[in-house]
């Protein structure tokens, strides 16, 4: 198997959470995905959005926002002080779509969890950073609820973890960094449930299209990172 900076293609790069990184997020966690490092921060609130308020169909509610800090690059991206660019908004979608699979948002009450995911560096991978280490956070904030009998331990209904795969020079590699994103023939990044279930898939063929054959075992292949990333999770709920 081809080596990449010291990993094979189905290795995922060295990963780690920091709980309790800062000090006044209900949860937080400090993501790392090799050199990609996203500070993830949730909130919570006793109020739910104002449209969500005057439905009829009332439960609680989970959202995200995602940010690049200006030196998370090799060059200094603009701050976003107005509206958020379409990446950024794209982004922030799909990590708010996650994590509301992972939280029965009925058993959560008329309550609101933001999810802020502040990409400190950036190596590629960092929606798929911000989504693991988000689920880390949730967790964290919403254990002192559940010891206060606020809310149920069933609140969290599915472990979530997301890992990006892709095709480098015709090889399947997992969890891409920069360098192999920025030429790949094909990346797909991958949400998937504790069960094996997919949430979301957002793939394309950058400079090929992708066969049937390439894409089951990109699959497979993501499956089992997945995996790895959640007994991880585990591993360090199990300890914070």
Same mark, same amino acid.
Request: with cysteine; hydrophobic share 40%.
């Given at each position: 198997?081809?080596?990449?900076?010291?990993?094979?293609?189905?290795?995922?790069?060295?990963?780690?959470?920091?709980?309790?990184?800062?000090?006044?997020?209900?949860?937080?966690?400090?993501?790392?995905?090799?050199?990609?490092?996203?500070?993830?921060?949730?909130?919570?609130?006793?109020?739910?959005?104002?449209?969500?308020?005057?439905?009829?169909?009332?439960?609680?509610?989970?959202?995200?926002?995602?940010?690049?800090?200006?030196?998370?690059?090799?060059?200094?991206?603009?701050?976003?002080?107005?509206?958020?660019?379409?990446?950024?908004?794209?982004?922030?979608?799909?990590?708010?779509?996650?994590?509301?699979?992972?939280?029965?948002?009925?058993? =959560?009450? $008329?309550?609101? /969890? %933001?999810? *802020?995911?502040? +990409?400190?560096?950036?190596?590629?991978?960092?929606?798929? @950073? #911000?989504?693991?280490?988000?689920?880390?956070?949730?967790? =964290?904030? $919403?254990?002192? /609820? %559940?010891? *206060?009998?606020? +809310?149920?331990?069933?609140?969290?209904?599915?472990?979530? @973890? #997301?890992?990006?795969?892709?095709?480098?020079?015709?090889?399947?590699? $997992?969890?891409?960094?920069?360098?192999?994103?920025?030429?790949?023939?094909?990346?797909?990044?991958?949400?998937?449930?504790?069960?094996?279930?997919?949430?979301?898939?957002?793939?394309?063929?950058?400079?090929?299209?992708?066969?049937?054959?390439?894409?089951?075992?990109?699959?497979?292949?993501?499956?089992?990172?997945?995996?790895?990333?959640?007994?991880?999770?585990?591993?360090?709920?199990?300890?914070?």
């Amino acid at each position: 198997m081809q080596q990449r900076q010291g990993r094979t293609a189905t290795e995922l790069r060295t990963i780690e959470f920091i709980p309790h990184y800062t000090k006044w997020a209900e949860g937080s966690v400090l993501t790392k995905f090799g050199d990609t490092h996203v500070l993830c921060n949730v909130t919570i609130e006793d109020r739910i959005p104002r449209w969500l308020h005057q439905s009829n169909n009332q439960h609680g509610w989970l959202t995200a926002e995602y940010a690049l800090l200006p030196r998370s690059c090799d060059k200094r991206v603009q701050r976003e002080k107005q509206w958020p660019k379409g990446r950024t908004q794209e982004i922030s979608r799909l990590i708010g779509r996650s994590l509301r699979m992972a939280v029965d948002l009925r058993k =959560l009450g $008329l309550r609101q /969890l %933001i999810v *802020d995911c502040d +990409v400190l560096q950036a190596d590629g991978g960092t929606r798929t @950073a #911000a989504i693991t280490g988000g689920w880390v956070a949730v967790n =964290l904030a $919403l254990q002192s /609820l %559940i010891a *206060d009998g606020k +809310v149920s331990s069933k609140v969290i209904k599915n472990q979530i @973890a #997301a890992v990006s795969v892709g095709l480098v020079d015709g090889q399947p590699l $997992l969890d891409l960094d920069y360098g192999e994103d920025s030429t790949a023939e094909a990346d797909v990044n991958i949400v998937m449930t504790g069960a094996g279930q997919f949430i979301e898939l957002q793939g394309t063929g950058e400079t090929a299209p992708i066969s049937r054959d390439q894409l089951n075992q990109l699959l497979d292949m993501a499956e089992s990172g997945a995996k790895t990333l959640m007994t991880l999770q585990q591993q360090i709920l199990a300890t914070s």
